[in-house]
């Protein structure tokens, strides 16, 4: 159990729905990263949060968004579904920035992510 | 751009048996994570490689980081059966503060017994 917890665990909706993923970080860790990892591929990066600031944006579509709260749980929205955004989306945690870091290993801990099915 | 090549991209061995995956990555980073994966889990940390000539080892995997090749290796020794997952590869944006990884597209090996 890596601390970091995801809800829910599944979600199946139809298209054009909009979905909440929810997120809550390691107790300590500072940095939340959602992924999106679609059937037998890699892992998509889509965004950074770091202490409620938006740090690091990867490919992530315009109808996705998320934010970080001030307890540090992050939600991901996604709107107006398709059939392709069906796919596991994973959160991660990880302590910090590497300029308040310094040298350290800064691992990034996944939960378990939702598997989100769209009919 | 960072790319973060693995190879190969499939494995199927035999139990008893030693491979090697290769993690190649294309500008200068001083430090590499290699991740594990079981079919429809979420990632496991297995190493975080902090600099040239790093060598971790748990059971019967070792990695190693060279970062003048910028190249890392993942080898198995004597696979069994549940060692069987998905491994992945990730690099840091070499002075990216915010420690964004990028990810290689991850090694799915199957060991039959």
């Known amino acids: 159990d890596s601390g970091v917890t995801q809800t829910p665990k599944h979600l199946i909706t139809a298209t054009g729905q909009r979905v909440t993923l929810r997120c809550s970080p390691r107790?300590?860790?500072?940095?939340v990263y959602w992924y999106q990892q679609s059937l037998d591929q890699g892992l998509q990066f889509l965004i950074q949060y770091y202490n409620g600031e938006e740090r690091a944006k990867g490919n992530i579509l315009e109808r996705f968004s998320a934010q970080q709260f001030p307890d540090l749980h992050s939600e991901l929205n996604l709107s107006s579904l398709e059939l392709g955004d069906s796919a596991l989306y994973f959160c991660a945690s990880s302590v910090g920035l590497a300029s308040v870091l310094g040298d350290s290993y800064n691992e990034q801990f996944f939960g378990p992510g939702t598997r989100l099915t769209v009919l | 751009e960072l790319k973060v090549e693995q190879n190969p991209l499939f494995l199927s061995m035999q139990e008893g048996k030693n491979y090697t995956i290769y993690c190649n990555y294309s500008?200068?980073?001083?430090?590499l994570y290699w991740y594990r994966q079981d079919p429809g889990k979420s990632l496991e940390s297995l190493f975080v490689?902090?600099?040239n000539g790093a060598v971790k080892q748990e059971g019967r995997l070792m990695a190693s980081l060279d970062t003048k090749a910028r190249l890392s290796t993942l080898h198995i020794t004597a696979a069994v059966h549940d060692l069987s997952a998905t491994y992945f590869c990730a690099v840091p944006l070499e002075g990216d503060s915010n420690y964004q990884l990028i990810w290689g597209a991850g090694t799915k090996l199957i060991i039959k017994p």
């Open positions: 490689l902090l600099s």
């Open positions: 107790s300590g860790d500072l940095s």
């Open positions: 500008t200068t980073s001083d430090r």
